[in-house]
């Protein structure tokens, strides 16, 4: 693809990809997200959205009140051979690069085994719209957590791994456990405010990435629908 120009997440073609606004796992994110539909599959496929301030106002005032409290602790492990390793995530061999990198965005990070990283990140729950101020549910607990891999894949991880050592993970900021009861609920509300963009070739779609969660839905055949990213 062309400079600043991509193709949208590969993710197996019988899966979904859940709702969620860009980047909200971490601190800098896009304001704008752009999608152009090249070749549309043949069944499926659809870009799912969702208003994240409609998200948020239906969401358990308690469970709201929880994570803006405590915040969200998001946790990479790189090089024990099920994710890609530390040096192709950074482009480097040099560990003192990594650390540099590390400080510079306020990543946590421990040298793990002979060459295993794990780095972890404290983020926010929830945001407010720049413009409108208006505050929108804004995070990617239910995605990143294990509770949202299939149910197959998550036993086969844990049967190899501890929880801890999953190539990615949540937790709430002060390292405790994200109940899942809360996560299922996260994810009715999302499915419930959920709306399918259907898409004919050479469709364009633009977003208010701190509005507006996208997702994928699953789809047969070939599909390629390209993105690009920028802040206002």
């Not at 949208?8 to 796992?25: F, G, K, M, R, V």
Request: proline share 5%.
């Amino acid at each position: 693809m062309a400079a600043q120009v991509y193709t949208s997440t590969e993710y197996p073609a019988h899966q979904t990809i859940p709702l969620h606004n860009e980047q909200s796992y971490t601190k800098p994110w896009p304001s704008l997200i752009w999608f152009h539909a090249m070749v549309v599959a043949r069944y499926g496929g659809e870009t799912p959205v969702a208003d994240a301030r409609r998200v948020y106002r239906r969401l358990d005032p308690g469970i709201r009140a929880q994570f803006s409290r405590r915040q969200l602790r998001y946790v990479r492990n790189y090089g024990n051979g099920l994710d890609l390793g530390w040096k192709q995530v950074f482009g480097t061999e040099d560990r003192a690069q990594v650390a540099q990198f590390c400080h510079q965005r306020d990543l946590g990070f421990e040298w793990r085994n002979d060459d295993e990283l794990r780095t972890w990140e404290i983020c926010q729950s929830e945001t407010h719209h720049p413009v409108s101020g208006e505050p929108v549910w804004f995070n990617q607990a239910h995605l990143f957590h294990v509770s949202s891999l299939e149910q197959n894949t998550r036993e086969t991880l844990l049967s190899i791994v501890e929880e801890e050592d999953l190539p990615r993970n949540v937790y709430y900021g002060d390292g405790g456990p994200i109940e899942e009861s809360v996560l299922t609920e996260i994810r009715a509300v999302y499915e419930e405010e959920k709306r399918l963009v259907c898409w004919q070739p050479g469709d364009f779609l633009m977003l208010d990435n701190v509005i507006t969660a996208h997702g994928r839905e699953p789809f047969e055949g070939d599909r390629q629908v390209v993105v690009a990213m920028a802040s206002a």
